[in-house]
């Protein structure tokens, strides 16, 4: 009876035992697996992290780089426009600068003209003068006869000769009448348009150098009207 009871509690005491040892590798095996979701968890959320981060950082250095890329192009548009800008206003400049030049070699030619008083031809003429004017130049060649017509290579180059004395433009000018004045001598009678001043011009063939005037008288009124 008594080794019995010795045997009961024996049993009772080594159940006991495997159950607090069972209890115990299983607290210890909850705890591993605590720890272990927490690593993976606290890790591979900073990983995440991480990754986003260098995508962010990729994404803004793309960015960057297409800004970087672009930002040349619109600095190369406006050199070019500049450059552009630049050329045609050095085209300009060029040109007007020539044409600066010519009128400045038609004002030189006119101010070395030295003119003197001469004879009116009739009691229409209010002022009479000759004066030592070069020929205008021609693209006439060979032996000349005058051609009067209207638009004749003869009648442009009367009109600028007659321009050139009378200072009269000739997009302003009228020109009255042009008459034989003898061998190889013409008469040409101009206005400007409002006919504030009326000439009469006297003008000769020169071979190989064209039309020169002679003689320019201003009349009093227009004869040929």
């Known amino acids: 009876m008594s080794r019995d009871m010795n045997q009961t509690r024996s049993d009772k005491f080594e159940k006991r035992r495997k159950s607090t040892k069972a209890i115990t590798i299983g607290i210890i095996a909850a705890s591993i697996l605590v720890i272990i979701l927490l690593g993976i968890w606290v890790f591979g959320g900073t990983g995440g992290e991480e ?19 672009t930002e040349p ?26 044409e600066n030049n010519d009128n400045d070699e038609q ?15 009739d009691d229409n003429v209010s ?28 009648r442009i180059e009367i009109k600028e000769a007659t321009s050139m004395v009378t200072n009269i433009d000739p997009d302003n000018m009228v020109e009255w009448r042009v008459e034989n004045g003898g061998d190889q001598k ?20 020169v071979d190989g150098e064209g039309w ?6 201003e009349l009093i009124e ?3 009207k």
Do not use: C
Not at 107 to 121: F, K, L
Not at 212 to 217: G, L, N
């Open 212 to 217: 020169q005037p002679t003689k320019v008288e």
């Open 186 to 205: 013409v008469v040409a009678t101009v206005s400007d348009m409002d006919e504030t001043k009326v000439f009469r011009v006297y003008l000769q063939w």
């Open 107 to 121: 004002d030189n030619e006119q101010n070395n003209v030295e003119t003197e008083s001469a004879e009116p031809s």
């Open 51 to 69: 990754q986003n981060a260098e995508e962010n950082e990729n994404t803004s250095s793309d960015e960057g780089s297409d800004f970087l890329i």
């Open 127 to 154: 002022e009479a003068y000759t004066g030592n004017w070069e020929p205008i130049g021609t693209e006439q060649e060979g032996p000349h006869t005058t051609i009067y017509d209207d638009g004749s290579q003869d």
């Open 73 to 98: 192009d619109e600095e190369e548009d406006e050199n070019n426009n500049s450059t552009d800008n630049e050329e045609s206003g050095q085209d300009e400049e060029n040109e007007s600068s020539e």
């Open 222 to 224: 227009n004869d040929k």
